[in-house]
């Protein structure tokens, strides 16, 4: 089992950046590949980006590419997720995921979750 918790969500204007942050317990979180997905209203859960467990890999969704880093400290049992150059359309809940391995993560089955945060971003 692993047990997610995120924070850093809130309001920011377009153009603007936020951090979002995600603390994990549970099964050893070093060997755990982590990423963030999120949820606009009326809209499926869609990936935004995945980070490996040994931290070379990252892998993000074509409109988050070149605005978002992932990252992740394996000493703090932490995953980040630095987000500029905000738009409105970035406005979801955003959850933090974790899974045996960055292939499974990717799909969004079998994950664990965390239970969201909001960010809007006003035009």
């Known amino acids: 089992q692993v047990q997610l918790v995120e924070s850093g969500g809130g309001l920011v204007q377009a153009g603007g950046s936020l951090r979002l942050s995600c603390a994990a317990s549970g099964r050893t979180f070093s060997r755990t590949a982590m990423g963030w997905f999120r949820q606009a209203p009326g809209k499926e859960r869609e990936f935004v980006a995945g980070i490996d467990w040994s931290t070379v890999n990252t892998y993000y969704q074509p409109s988050a590419k070149g605005r978002f880093t992932i990252s992740r400290d394996n000493a703090k049992n932490t995953v980040y997720l630095q987000m500029g150059s905000l738009k409105p359309e970035d406005t979801a809940v955003y959850y933090c995921?974790?899974?045996?391995?960055?292939?499974?993560?990717?799909?969004?089955?079998?994950?664990?979750w965390g239970q969201g945060t909001q960010v809007t971003v006003s035009s």
């Open positions: 995921t974790a899974s045996t391995d960055i292939g499974t993560l990717m799909i969004g089955a079998n994950n664990y």
